[in-house]
């Protein structure tokens, strides 16, 4: 499943540059790529999916099978005209949070509207 963090720009927006400046700044060592294609960058973060509860809880959720492919962190940040979207595919609270800190910062520091 999909998760999507909108921040809607009211004026002023960042660059491109600025946006992979803010992602490898925010990220530092945790991110091992940060790729730009076309309309977005591509992040890929250290580690392996995996949950805090799997060996507290037995819900299939916290155990999960990951899909093959679907086993890495990542997320993509989009650009679009009047508006920037952190999105996660499939992700672990680990790489959740941290798309939901780089949300919250490119909308505190560019004034923007945070939807999540």
């Known amino acids: 499943m999909a998760a999507d ?5 009211k004026s002023e927006k960042p660059t491109q540059e600025e946006i992979q400046f803010v992602l490898e700044d925010f990220l530092g060592e945790v991110a091992t790529e940060i790729r730009w294609d076309t309309d977005r960058f591509f ?4 580690g392996k ?3 805090p509860l799997k060996r507290v809880v037995t819900s299939p959720i916290a155990r999960r099978d990951i899909e093959p492919g679907w086993d890495g962190r990542h997320l993509e940040v989009i650009v679009g005209k009047a508006d920037l979207d952190v999105l996660t595919r499939r992700q672990d609270e680990f790489t959740m949070r941290v798309a939901d800190g780089l949300a919250d910062v490119f909308a505190r520091f560019w004034a923007g509207e945070l939807e999540t």
Not at 5 to 9: A, E, I, K, P, S
Not at 43 to 46: G, K, S
């Open 5 to 9: 963090r909108f921040v809607l720009w």
């Open 43 to 46: 992040v890929t973060l250290v």
């Open 49 to 51: 999916y995996s949950h």
